[in-house]
């Protein structure tokens, strides 16, 4: 090691920089320039990838900010229309900026018209991730007045657009797959009232959106609306570094967003906990989740960054709670949750290799009790982590330091060799 402000290998110093909270990173973007070596670091585990101001995660201590708040703070008290302005842009809105802002994504969430065809070419049983991809991927198509990323007006009304047409995406996915008519929003509801009203309304008669549930859903937002360079916003920003258009980098973030690991975990955990039943049957599982020569993991159980409770897990937790009480609904999948919950925590292979609940061991929960099929949670998750992306992604192309993404690698296949022909191997 070299003094506090350098790394020494070789001959070479490499600068260490701080950051305004959290570790120091080394800079070593001279290092194969200056000595013909890569790092190798699969999975990213050690390697900040660019510098960020919206959100800082201290996975040990359990803490989540959103340009410096605490995620509790910004679930209890604060809304999705207004987390979503802080993470767009820097600061929390006066009330005026709020009224706008909510204005603004209010009157761009109809989708244009020809997208309800588009619809139609999928099949009925498509899952809504299958959709969602397709569809977003789509807008680019729609949208051309909005895809020059150099001009930071149009990216900031693809971004309104992309935050504002999520929930009408989502909605119809859900609505086409149960052969129901779309329905169009109702710019009087809020964000989170209207995406209600168009997954579960019917033209035939009214809906009358329940404000707990409505309050409920628009927390399970904020939980899920940034999370530092997880793989689906690394994905937004490395297809956004080739200059690609935003409605395509979203597109490639849900792709990466579907995955079990992932943001498919909390329709992998509900499937867990329904297939274990009954509390009775947690110890097999549980079993099953320690056993190296078995593939299971406990779906909703460990987190890449947190190794300790997971802050969006409290107020999920709470939040269950909450809509249980107010929908009266009694389903035992929550009390295998707590029990299985509180024997992974007391167990000592979760406690040594610090496994704890994550965001997703509760969310599929909540999501169920206000009727949600499994198959929509992830899509759930994409409606939200859009607001991250967009917000990651608007970051990225104003850094100067910005490059292409274009990480190397450490060849191990043979070396140089002729080719021989079809009738000679
Ligand atoms: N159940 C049982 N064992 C586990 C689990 C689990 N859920 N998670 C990790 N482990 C073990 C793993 O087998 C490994 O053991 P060993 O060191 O003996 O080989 C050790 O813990 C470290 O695991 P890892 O896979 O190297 O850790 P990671 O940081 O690469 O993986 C993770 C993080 C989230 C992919 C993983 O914990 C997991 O697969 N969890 C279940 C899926 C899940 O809930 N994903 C949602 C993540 S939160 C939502 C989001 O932000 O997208």
Redesign the pocket.
């Known amino acids: 090691m070299a003094d506090t402000n350098t790394l020494k290998f070789g001959d070479h110093d490499y600068p260490v920089m701080s950051g305004s909270v959290g570790p120091q990173v080394v800079d070593i973007r001279k290092l194969y320039s200056e000595t013909g070596m890569f790092t190798y670091d699969p ?1 990213f ?1 050690s390697t900040a990838s660019c510098e960020s101001a919206l959100t800082y995660i201290d996975g040990d201590e359990g803490v989540l900010l959103h340009r410096g708040y605490p995620i509790g703070q910004l679930a209890e008290q604060s809304s999705f229309m207004e987390v979503s302005y802080l993470l767009l842009n820097g600061e929390l809105p006066s009330k005026g900026e709020l009224d706008e802002f909510t204005h603004t994504i209010t009157r761009h969430t109809m989708l244009h018209e020809q997208l309800a065809t588009f619809y139609r070419g999928f099949r009925r049983d498509a899952h809504p991730m299958a959709i969602m991809c397709g569809v977003v991927g789509a807008l680019s198509a729609f949208y051309h007045d909005s895809t020059d990323i150099n001009d930071p007006r149009q990216r900031m009304i693809a971004s309104h657009r992309l935050i504002a047409k999520m929930p009408t995406i989502a909605a119809m996915a859900y609505k086409y797959s149960v052969g129901q008519p779309f329905l169009y929003p109702d710019n009087s509801l809020s964000y989170t009232g209207n995406f209600l009203r168009m997954t579960f309304g019917v033209p035939a008669e009214p809906y009358h959106v329940n404000p707990i549930v409505e309050r409920a859903l628009d927390r399970i937002f904020i939980l899920h609306a940034d ?1 530092e360079q ?2 689906s916003t690394s994905t937004v920003r490395l297809a956004g570094s080739s200059g690609a258009n935003p409605f395509a980098c979203i597109a490639a973030g849900i792709a990466c ?1 579907w995955g ?4 498919g ?1 909390n329709e ?2 509900l499937n867990m906990l329904r297939e274990i039943g009954t509390p009775d049957r947690i110890p097999e599982f549980i079993a099953r ?2 056993d ?1 020569n078995d593939p299971f ?8 960054v947190y190794k300790n409770y ?1 802050p969006r897990a409290t107020v999920m937790q709470k939040t269950v709670r909450e809509v249980f009480d107010a929908l009266k609904v009694n389903d035992p999948v929550f009390e295998v949750a707590l029990q299985l919950e509180h024997m992974a925590l007391n167990d000592p ?2 406690i040594e ?1 610090k ?1 704890f609940p ?4 509760y969310s599929g929960v909540i999501l169920s009790a206000i009727g949600f099929p499994t198959t929509m949670f992830t899509a759930l998750f994409a409606l939200a982590r859009t607001v991250g992306w967009v917000a990651q992604w608007n970051e990225m192309i104003s850094d100067p330091a910005q490059k292409i993404g274009r990480p190397r690698q450490l060849y191990t296949g043979p070396t140089q060799r002729d080719y021989v022909e079809i009738g000679k191997r």
Do not use: C, E, I, S
């Open positions: 999975g585990t999370h997880n793989a967003l079990p690991a992932h943001g975990a992998a955990a989740a320690k190296k993991r406990l779906m909703g159980f460990g987190h890449r997971d292979y979760f290799k496994l994550n965001v997703d061991f």
